[in-house]
Each structure stands twice: as C-alpha cells, then as structure tokens.
C-alpha cells in the first residue's frame, strides 16, 4: 500500500482485507484439510503507520507559502501606481523584465526563509521525516517560487490598487488550492476541470513535496512536475514583463 496518502490508503487495505478473506473463505470449503490457507499480510509503504499528518503538513507548507508570496508580490507594482513613483519608475533605463526581477528577488528571499521556518517546524514540531534530498528540494523549492511570484506580478501589472490586487489574488488563490489535488484527487474531477489544473502551480509542487518528504523521491522520478513548473514559470514572468511594457507605452 501506498501509504503517502493515509485515507485513500486505508480505505484501499479494507476492500483488499475484505476481498481475500472470501476468497480464501471459499478456498477452505473446495480444498483438504492439511492444504494451507491464504495468510494475508499487508505492509504500508513511505508511512507505515498511515499517519494522516506525514500527508497533509507538507501540503500545508506549499499552501502557506503559495499564500505569503502571492500577497507581497501583488502589492508591488500596484503601490508604485498609489504612491505615485510609478512615473518615475518610467523615465528610468529600467527594461521591463529588470524591474520584475528587482520586485520579485526581495521577495523570493523572503520566499525562502519562510520555506526554511516552516519546514524546521514540520520536522522538529510535527515531526514529518524527509526522505528525500535537501538540495533536490530547495532547488525545487526555487522554481516553484519564481512560478507563484510571477503569478503575484501579472495580479499586480492588472490593478491599480491594492484592494483590486487582494481581490485578484484570492479569486486565484482559492480555486488553485481546491483544483490542487490538496483536499480532492484531482483525476475525481470533471475532465475540463483537470485541464485547468494544468496551469496550478501548487498541482506539481504539491507532487514534489510530498514524494521527497515521504517517498525520498530523486530528479529520474519528479523531473516532469519540476519540468512542467519551469516552464510555467517562464511563461507567467515573461507575460507579467510583456504586460508592464505595455503599460509604460
């Protein structure tokens, strides 16, 4: 048994129990006595003792920073335009993609220590192992950043104040976590709804997190969803330059 995922785990260990013992029920009435029956032994696998919080802390960690970086990043360009520097900002030799990494380095720092706090609190207050490779998570821990940060930029480069960016940011933050796979499977959903999970960011990091912490899991097994987030962070942070380039002209 898979026991990353402790519910769906034990609910799967029932109707396999359940299964084998009529079958072997059945045996026992068709064979001779000295012939031996079924013995079955289930063993759980990554978490033995189906623990439901080795599942859930992780993703809880990828939601509260998806969280905390959406809300700083929103705000950055959008208090340029209320203080009113945002003119200044324009006369300057700044290049578009240079003043999203200048809004979006300060913030990925302060990404990164967030991940290092409540990462400590998961091991050493919630005592949730990791399996998996340090480095392998912080780098993915990185591309998974620069996706959620470059989200918060486009949410900002589209308002113009600070309320419209705190609408805009939890009009995508709620639907992402429920279209993460977090608290339903995503393969449960509808099939269109599957195809927007494509563009969540948490879907692939949620993967990654769990499979290192639980599975010990390496780049020859989670390189697609570390793949898939690069790309989107690309995408998003080329579209958030593109749309304050606009902007200024």
Known sequence: MDGTDSNTATVAME?????????????????????????????????????????????????????????????????????????????????????????????????????????????????????GSLPWLALNTAVYLLSVLGMGLLISTISRTQQQAMMATFLFYVPAVLLSGFMFPIENMPQVIQYGTYINPLRYFLVIIRGIFLKGSGMDILWPQTLSLLVLSIVVVTSSSLRFKKKIL
Do not use: H
Not at 62 to 75: D, G, P, W
Not at 94 to 103: A, V
């Open 15 to 131: 109707y396999i129990n359940r299964i084998i013992m009529e079958y072997s029920g059945d045996l026992s009435r068709n064979i001779r006595p000295p012939d031996p029956m079924i013995d079955l032994r289930a063993r759980a696998w990554y978490n033995p003792d189906l623990r439901s919080k080795n599942y859930n802390v992780p993703g809880v960690i990828a939601i509260v920073i998806m969280l905390t970086c959406l809300l700083l990043t929103s705000m950055a360009v959008v208090r340029e335009w209320e203080i009113g520097t945002m003119e200044q900002l324009m006369v300057t030799p700044l290049r578009p993609i240079e003043l999203m990494l200048g809004k979006t380095i300060p913030f990925a720092a302060i990404g990164f220590f967030d991940m290092l706090v409540v990462t400590t609190v998961a091991v050493f207050w919630f005592e949730i192992p990791i399996q």
